[in-house]
């Protein structure tokens, strides 16, 4: 009987502990160079970053792209970074994506999923705001045309201005 | 062991496994590539759905209740 506890409670602590954990705002932003190995990651220190997961499958991920360039165009002088972090498992796709979007803010593959496991987004697409000091302050989950642009546009001009 | 004991571990292993059931068997939002695939959707064929619906609701009665909501990419 004592066998069969000491069991039950082995693989509830072990499973436990395997449970995803993801990000969640107030935490550090981890080093995405070393989650996106070979990937040219642009200097985030002291920026308002925009950590972006998409697909090229995925509708919502397409229809952010025109508002993720308006808000580079508008704050990437101020201090905004924009990274668009592609989760496709095929690499053709991404390719063609990229190639047919032609983003002015930079576009990297997660291609061994490493990014996106760490994160775990909680849908696609999933963005996370990262304040000057390399803390996340919001999360958005999907993206829902000009409210969720509006949204974006308001975090953003309060996280430049401190 | 006394039975209660048993029976209160027992449930505490229960509830602490349905906690974290929800992120055993998941197919996570950025893996759902081959589901949003628009060849998982069940009305590819325009012909074949009503055509099938119309067998259903002739033979059984048991017209509707196919649907779902949303596809299966997990978007928004």
Known sequence: ?162 | MKTSTFLLTLTTALMMLCSCSQHLVRVKPYERGNLANPLMADDTDTLQKPMSEHVYFSREGSYGGGGVGGGGCGCN
């Open chain 1, 1 to 162: 009987m004592k066998t069969i506890l000491l069991i039950t409670a082995l693989l509830c602590s072990s499973m436990m502990t395997s449970m995803a954990k993801q990000p969640s705002a107030g935490q550090k932003l981890p080093s995405l160079s070393q989650l996106l190995p070979g990937a040219s990651i642009p200097k985030t220190k002291g920026k308002v970053v925009l950590v972006d997961f998409w697909a090229s499958w995925c509708g919502p991920c397409k229809a952010s792209f025109p508002c993720f360039t308006r808000l580079h165009n508008k704050y990437a002088s101020k201090g905004l970074v924009i990274i668009a972090i592609g989760v496709d498992t095929d690499i053709k796709k991404y390719k063609a994506f990229v190639a047919k979007h032609k983003s002015p803010f930079p576009m990297v593959h997660d291609s061994s999923h490493k990014a996106a496991g760490f994160f775990n987004p909680p849908a696609m697409p999933s963005s996370y705001l990262v304040d000057r000091n390399g803390v996340i302050r919001y999360i958005h989950k999907g993206f829902k045309g000009a409210k969720t642009e509006a949204l974006y546009e308001k975090e953003i001009l309060a996280l430049l201005a401190k």
